[in-house]
Antibody, heavy 117, light 107 residues
Framework: QVQLQESGPGLVKPSETLSLTCTVS????????WSWIRQPPGKGLEWIGY???????NYSPSLEGRVSMSVDTSKNHFSLRLTSATAADTGVYYC???????????WGQGTLVTVSS | DIQMTQSPSTLSASVGDRVTITCRAS??????LAWYQQKPGKAPKLLIY???SLQSGVSSRFSGSGSGTEFTLTISSLRPDDFATYYC?????????FGQGTKVELK
């Protein structure tokens, strides 16, 4: 059974970069799309984007220019960077496994990131 | 971008009720639609993919239907564990937009 675990700072200062890593266990990181989704407090889900194991990416247009993702197949993990963070970026960030048939089938437990000085 | 609209936003129901949630796309997405269940403080859980395919391990009380622009999620007989928020998501093209969610609460 695939398991995903997010890690990274829970507090980020405004204008700084939000960085998270997702470690995949119970399966190889190859041949899937690895996604990031976030959820502001009390609100709905927002798709951030995904990265394929080859390194090709697809990002939400609303975050294009601030977001980047990377994958390290040797460590079986992938990462998210969101620059110029503001309070609007506060929320629970989920990493997840995706594929073009089933959409998002495995999710991490989520990690709360607060953007505040 | 293609927008996804769920209705209703909140649904009050009783245990044993048959419940239907609707998701509409602003343009055709064929059957590239998934449904998720989310409980407070938990990650979402995939219920249905490709509009009507039941994810492995998910109760057969859940079913999905539709194609093009209109989709439904049906819970045949509501159980206490089903009170949660449900989201649809399109994944035909980027961005993989979510609906705003439907909260199923106890009447």
């Amino acid at each position: 059974q695939v398991q995903l675990q997010e890690s990274g700072p829970g507090l980020v200062k405004p204008s700084e970069t939000l960085s998270l890593t997702c470690t995949v266990s119970g399966g190889f990181i190859g041949s899937y799309y690895w996604s990031w989704i976030r959820q502001p407090p009390g609100k709905g889900l927002e798709w951030i984007g995904y990265i394929f194991n080859s390194g090709s990416t697809n990002y939400s247009p609303s975050l294009e220019g601030r977001v980047s993702m990377s994958v390290d197949t040797s460590k079986n993990h992938f990462s998210l960077r969101l620059t110029s963070a503001t309070a609007a970026d506060t929320g629970v960030y989920y990493c997840a496994r995706s594929n073009v048939l089933t959409a998002i089938d495995f999710w991490g437990q989520g990690t709360l990131v607060t953007v505040s000085s | 971008d293609i927008q996804m609209t769920q209705s209703p936003s909140t649904l009050s129901a009783s245990v044993g009720d048959r419940v239907t949630i609707t998701c509409r796309a602003s343009q055709s997405i064929s059957t590239w639609l998934a449904w998720y269940q989310q409980k407070p403080g938990k990650a979402p859980k995939l219920l249905i993919y490709k509009a009507s395919s039941l994810q492995s391990g998910v109760s057969s009380r859940f079913s999905g239907s539709g194609s093009g622009t209109e989709f439904t999620l049906t819970i045949s007989s509501l159980r206490p564990d089903d009170f949660a928020t449900y989201y649809c998501q399109r994944y035909n093209t980027s961005p993989w937009t979510f609906g705003q969610g439907t909260k199923v609460e106890l009447k």
